[in-house]
């Protein structure tokens, strides 16, 4: 299927009633499920099922979730970026390094509307946090 073969969303809502709603959550791998699950309590998600010692963890991220699984065999590589919406960028930023996470930069405003900062998991996930200004 090509984009344009594609149409926009109101042209297909005409011929399908079900649609994407929302994210329902994304899982990431860890090599080391305790050094995970100590990282996203220090920037203060919710742990809704599992813990250090077990081989998934799901975490509370607002109406979504944040899922960890353990990868014992092939290594992970980079991805991509989780962009995470947050209420307040620079207290965000704070509180990060105030538990000794270091994020690659300061929070900035970005020419698409966002304040926002990236940081790296241990696992080499990037997440960025933002906020529409």
Same mark, same amino acid.
């Given at each position: 299927?090509?984009?344009?073969?594609?149409?926009?969303?109101?042209?297909?809502?005409q011929?399908? /009633?079900?649609?994407?709603?929302?994210?329902?959550?994304?899982?990431?791998?860890?090599h /080391?499920?305790?050094?995970?699950?100590?990282?996203?309590?220090?920037?203060?998600?919710?742990?809704?099922?599992?813990?250090?010692?077990?081989?998934?963890?799901?975490?509370?991220?607002?109406?979504?979730?944040l899922?960890?699984?353990?990868?014992?065999h092939?290594?992970?590589?980079?991805?991509g970026?989780v962009?995470?919406?947050?209420?307040?960028?620079?207290?965000?930023?704070?509180?990060?390094k105030a538990?000794?996470?270091?994020?690659?930069?300061?929070?900035?405003?970005?020419?698409?509307?966002?304040?926002?900062?990236?940081?790296?998991?241990?696992?080499?996930?990037?997440?960025?946090?933002?906020?529409?200004?």
């Amino acid at each position: 299927m090509t984009f344009e073969r594609m149409g926009t969303p109101n042209d297909r809502r005409q011929h399908d /009633d079900a649609h994407v709603e929302s994210l329902s959550a994304i899982t990431l791998a860890t090599h /080391d499920m305790a050094r995970a699950v100590r990282f996203y309590e220090a920037l203060g998600f919710r742990i809704l099922h599992g813990g250090a010692n077990e081989a998934f963890t799901s975490f509370a991220l607002g109406a979504s979730f944040l899922n960890l699984t353990s990868e014992t065999h092939d290594p992970i590589r980079f991805w991509g970026r989780v962009i995470i919406y947050v209420s307040d960028v620079d207290a965000f930023y704070r509180k990060a390094k105030a538990h000794g996470i270091g994020p690659q930069f300061e929070p900035r405003d970005a020419p698409w509307n966002e304040r926002y900062f990236h940081l790296t998991d241990p696992d080499g996930h990037e997440l960025s946090f933002a906020r529409p200004l």
